[in-house]
C-alpha cells in the first residue's frame, strides 16, 4: 500500500508542477486552432484545452511544440512557442517537413488513438468531436 499511495503522490505532484510551469510561463488554457490559411475552411476550427491535455492525459509541452535539429527536437519549456504555419506549408510537403494538416492530423490523431489504447477517452474518428462548427 505504500508504494501505490507514494506513486499516486508522486504522479499528483508531477501534474500540479506541470500545471505551475503552465501559470508562470502565462501560458492560454485555451487556444483556437483556426483555418484561415486556407481558401475554404472545410471543416471549422479546432480548440483546444492546454488544461484538459496537461491534467487528464498528462501530455508534455514536447509533444506538440518543436524546433528539430539533426533530428532531435531541442525545444524545451520556456522558448518561444511557433505557429505551426512557421514551418508546416498548408499547401506542399517540403523535404521531411509535414503538410500543415497532415501535421496536425498526424500528431493529434496518433497520440488521440494511443490515448484510447490505454483506455482513456480521447476523440478519434469523427470530425465533429475536435472540429467547431465552421463560421
Known amino acids: 500500500m505504500g508504494k501505490r499511495l507514494f506513486s499516486y503522490l508522486t504522479a499528483l505532484a508531477m501534474v500540479l508542477g506541470m500545471v505551475g510551469i503552465l ?3 502565462d501560458v492560454p ?7 484561415k490559411v486556407y481558401k475554404v475552411d472545410k471543416k471549422g476550427p479546432v480548440k483546444l484545452s492546454h488544461q484538459k491535455h496537461i491534467k487528464d492525459y498528462n501530455v508534455s509541452c514536447t509533444e506538440c511544440h518543436h ?3 539533426n533530428g532531435k527536437n531541442v525545444w ?3 522558448d518561444p512557442v511557433h505557429k505551426c504555419k512557421e ?3 498548408p499547401k506542399k ?3 521531411k517537413v509535414y503538410k500543415l494538416k497532415y501535421a496536425y492530423h498526424k500528431n493529434c490523431k496518433s497520440c488521440h488513438k494511443e490515448m484510447i489504447t490505454k483506455g482513456k477517452k480521447a476523440p478519434f474518428r469523427k470530425c465533429n468531436q475536435c472540429h467547431q462548427k465552421k463560421r
Open 67 to 69: 524546433v528539430y535539429k
Open 87 to 89: 514551418c508546416h506549408d
Open 23 to 25: 501559470i508562470a510561463m
Open 29 to 35: 488554457t485555451e487556444i483556437m486552432i483556426d483555418n
Open 93 to 95: 510537403k517540403k523535404g
Open 76 to 78: 524545451k519549456e520556456g
